[in-house]
């Protein structure tokens, strides 16, 4: 086979290839009700202080310097035009109460509910979900006419040593 026969070859498989598999957009969309689920978990950090100095295994005490944090909630939001908004219910406590000398060290002793209402902007690209301040590192699938049908999304804070981990499920 010549050259020339070759690469005009080349060329009608590249536009054939090109017609039968149309590239998919680069940034899917989020448009419509969503179910949505939160998970936010933080690091808790102690020291000790040992009785007789370092030569000795014994505990004298426990410093909290972060109880941690343990957060969850679900609610349904609505995608519309760049601006999310809806409703959740959710419950959230310190990750580690510890009674030391009687006394118990953390912000909040036990698990609390609560429910609340979310709205505002928000944006997107190919990888990334941005609202309330936080980028998000955001993977999308079951993409149907440009919509996403499927988010899940993670941002790793490591100035308060948190994970914030969520899923949204197109309704």
Do not use: W
């Not at 680069?26 to 448009?31: E, G, H, K, N, R």
């Not at 519309?80 to 030391?100: A, P, R, Y």
């Amino acid at each position: 086979m010549n050259t020339h026969r070759l690469i005009c070859v080349a060329a009608c498989l590249s536009a054939l290839f090109a017609i039968a598999f149309p590239a998919h957009a680069d940034t899917p969309q989020l448009s419509g009700t969503y179910a949505v689920t939160i998970t936010t978990l933080c690091q808790a950090q102690f020291s000790t202080s040992l009785v007789g100095g370092q030569s000795n295994n014994a505990v004298e005490s426990i410093d909290t310097h972060n109880s941690g944090k343990i957060e969850t909630g679900m609610g349904i939001a609505t995608f519309s035009g760049g601006q999310i908004s809806g409703s959740s219910l959710g419950g959230k406590g310190d990750l580690t109460v510890i009674e030391n000398n009687g006394a118990f060290q953390g912000d909040q002793f036990g698990i609390a509910s609560e429910s609340g209402s979310v709205s505002g902007a928000y944006s997107n690209t190919s990888s990334t979900l941005t609202f309330g301040g936080v980028t998000y590192n955001a993977a999308y699938g079951n993409i149907v006419n440009n919509v996403a049908n499927y988010v899940t999304f993670l941002f790793v804070d490591t100035t308060k040593d948190c994970i914030e981990q969520g899923i949204a499920v197109h309704q």
